[in-house]
């Protein structure tokens, strides 16, 4: 461990069965984006939403070429695998991210997610992410259709669509996400893949129900969870309306 790993006072109360345990039952997840967190005391962050019943972190590095802000890297990834249970849901929005797979993976990533634009040879990174034991997953911009995902689909753990143009939290949801996730979900059922759905960017309780009836299944909030008095609640809330959500879906198909 370097010296410039963080320090995070790690969190024993919840063991990952308990973390399992209080997981939303209608299939739906949060994932609370720490880049929205205040940095110098991420561990009380992390300590609240596992309050709200969280189960994954979803951890932004950015390298100020692929994106035009640079936030946080493997170190404070290794901390935080000290500080907690949780999934770590590690989106990467980097060049060249094949050669950090290994490090990210090593310092206790569980869920690796790889922008179909940073790599000429997505298969490639998203094979080293499965070897290295980790859960690929393949991303897209607002500009990227869905089809330059085609050949890659049977082989993700899950695909992220990005809601906004990456590099910055706070910025507004852009509505066409909501046809990519619709998109996806009709491709999964007809050829009987198993990818999960993620959404990342502009999610709050404003728009939970239109993603979820449209097929999202992880929705990454940054903005909407730390920027609010009470995280746990505000998860709590975000979750509640999945649930909601998911079951007027399931009402109008029966
Ligand atoms: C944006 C990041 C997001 C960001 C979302 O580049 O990938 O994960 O943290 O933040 P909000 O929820 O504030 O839009
Ligand atoms: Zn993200």
Not at 6 to 28: C, E, F, M, T
Not at 79 to 94: E, F, W, Y
Not at 162 to 182: D, H, L, W
Request: net charge negative.
């Amino acid at each position: 461990m370097g010296e410039n790993t963080a320090k995070i006072s790690p969190n024993p109360a919840l063991s990952r069965d308990r973390i399992r345990q209080v997981n939303v039952p209608s299939g739906v997840e949060v994932a609370p984006s720490i880049l929205a967190a205040d940095f110098a005391c991420l561990g009380d962050a992390i300590g609240s939403v596992e309050r709200g019943g969280v189960s994954l972190l979803h951890v932004d590095v950015m390298d100020g070429h692929f994106v035009p802000n640079i936030s946080i890297g493997v170190p404070v990834v290794a901390s935080l695998r000290k500080a907690t249970k949780l999934q770590l849901d590690v989106h990467l929005m980097i060049e060249n991210p094949e050669q950090y797979i290994e490090a990210f993976a090593t310092a206790g990533a569980d869920m690796i997610s790889v922008h179909q634009e940073a790599t000429p040879h997505l298969d490639r990174a998203l094979t080293m992410i499965r070897e290295r034991g980790c859960k690929p997953g393949a991303v897209i911009n607002p500009a990227t259709p869905v089809v330059m995902l085609r050949e890659v689909l049977g082989k993700v753990d899950h695909v992220l669509v990005m809601s906004v143009n990456p590099g910055f939290g706070g910025q507004a949801f852009i509505p066409e996400a909501t046809e990519k996730i619709r998109e996806l979900r009709e491709i999964r059922d007809r050829h009987h893949y198993s990818y999960r759905i993620q959404v990342d960017g502009g999610i709050g309780p404003e728009n939970v129900a239109e993603v979820v009836r449209a097929g999202a299944q992880i929705l990454v909030a940054g903005t909407s969870v730390f920027h609010t008095a009470d995280p746990a609640a505000a998860v709590r809330e975000m979750t509640r309306l999945a649930g909601e959500a998911l079951v007027q879906k399931v009402r109008k198909v029966v």
